[in-house]
């Protein structure tokens, strides 16, 4: 038996039946290369983001009595300041990818700057300085969130780690802290959540111990945390995530216990997984099984490269959702399975090593189709041939309306 679900996500991938994604970078012609490198996106947890492992904390010193306000993008706070985390300050940086936009990272005070050539380059009641707009006072109330007033009557900031690091009137208000941050896997949102993101990241005392997270974006470059607890926490050991969308929610596969095995998850809404169970053998060294990915394959214009393990719980969970409510499958030799709760049973128990190919695909509004073929080893003979008919679903989605397949062997002569 054909695994569909392999052959449709080649498709996508492959053949361009996705939109293009605006937020993770400019696919331009066959979806491969060039893409533009956006920088580094900020993960959220609470008011602070998530920095390199081997980073010190980072903020500035604030006057006590400094309120931050609250925001969701830069457009909500004011000249100098940017939307760190959901709260408006200066932002903190250590590298000219931290700032957002033209602006710079002035190293010497660990900010970001606006760029300018003169005052007029800057906001009302700021002045050019040095090529960066900064503004003047008398008192820290008359700089903005992070910064404070210095003797020459400039807003400047103090970068800070702890509270110990300021006067006795002022706190740290730390932006980034350090955290192992490990093997992102994400899928598309809704409309209020453009991307949900699971990752792997260690705990804040002992990063050996690794557990996955959930984090939510509405612009794919800034995340947020959601819920501010583990989604799944199977132990000390829980790494690299990889989920799908399954007819009943979603799968996790993940690495478990260093390697020990790959394990399957399951969830509803994305946020809690339960009933985790053994999906692969692994062991130690050389034999533990690592980074889970629940789809293997590429498409490269002309073949389809296996999976080298095509597990009955992809099979059963996965491809029933790909299809139309009222899809078909035609297996060989058996009769038409229609529907997907009848195509979910279908599955269930299929699996083993697969091998695919196309010979021809196409598609016209609305419609397309793939020809092709499948064996058990890649560059062995076929043992089957296959064709799958396609229909645009809701939110232009591809599904999968008849999946047919028989085999090559010849039947044997009627006495």
Request: glycine share 10%; with cysteine; net charge negative.
């Amino acid at each position: 038996m054909r695994a569909a679900a392999l052959v449709w996500l080649a498709l996508l991938a492959g053949c361009g039946f996705l939109p293009e994604d605006d937020f993770t970078g400019k696919r331009v012609g066959d979806g491969i290369a060039p893409w533009t490198d956006l920088g580094p996106v900020q993960v959220c947890l609470g008011s602070e983001s998530l920095g390199p492992p081997t980073s010190t904390p980072g903020g500035f010193c604030s006057d006590v009595n400094t309120a931050e306000a609250p925001c969701a993008s830069d457009g909500d706070c004011r000249s100098r300041e940017s939307c760190m985390c959901g709260r408006c300050t200066v932002a903190y940086c250590t590298a000219t990818s931290d700032c957002g936009g033209e602006r710079i990272c002035t190293f010497n005070e660990n900010r970001c700057d606006v760029v300018c050539a003169n005052a007029f380059d800057c906001a009302d009641a700021e002045e050019c300085f040095n090529g960066t707009c900064r503004g003047r006072c008398f008192t820290d109330a008359e700089c903005q969130s992070g910064e404070v007033c210095n003797s020459e009557n400039y807003c400047i900031t103090v970068d800070c780690d702890a509270d110990s690091a300021c006067q006795s009137s002022e706190r740290c208000k730390v932006q980034r802290v350090p955290r192992l941050a490990l093997e992102p896997s994400a899928l598309p949102g809704d409309d209020a959540t453009r991307v949900v993101l699971w990752l792997e990241l260690g705990d804040e005392a002992q990063p050996s111990r690794r557990h996955v997270w959930r984090a939510v974006s509405r612009n794919g470059r800034t995340f947020r945390i959601d819920p501010a607890v583990p989604v799944l926490d199977d132990g000390l050991d829980t790494r690299a995530p990889s989920v799908i969308r399954t007819s009943k929610g979603f799968a996790m596969y993940y690495e478990w216990n260093d390697g020990a095995e790959i394990r399957v998850a399951t969830s509803a809404d994305g946020r809690s997984f339960t009933g985790p169970t053994k999906a692969i053998a692994g062991g130690t060294g050389a034999a533990a099984a690592r980074a889970p990915t629940a789809v293997l394959l590429a498409f490269d214009g002309s073949r389809l490269f296996r999976r080298r393990a095509w597990h009955p719980e992809v099979a059963r969970l996965s491809l029933a959702a790909l299809f139309a409510e009222d899809g078909f499958v035609l297996p060989s030799g058996a009769l038409p399975v229609r529907g997907r709760a009848a195509i979910e049973k279908h599955y269930t128990g299929s699996g083993g090593p697969l091998s695919l190919r196309a010979l021809a695909y196409a598609t016209e509004g609305s419609i397309g189709y793939i020809i092709g073929a499948y064996g058990g080893e890649r560059g062995k003979p076929d043992s089957g041939k296959f064709t799958l008919t396609l229909k645009k679903g809701p939110g232009d989605r591809w599904l999968i309306m008849s999946d047919m397949d028989n085999v090559n062997a010849r039947r044997p002569p009627t006495p």
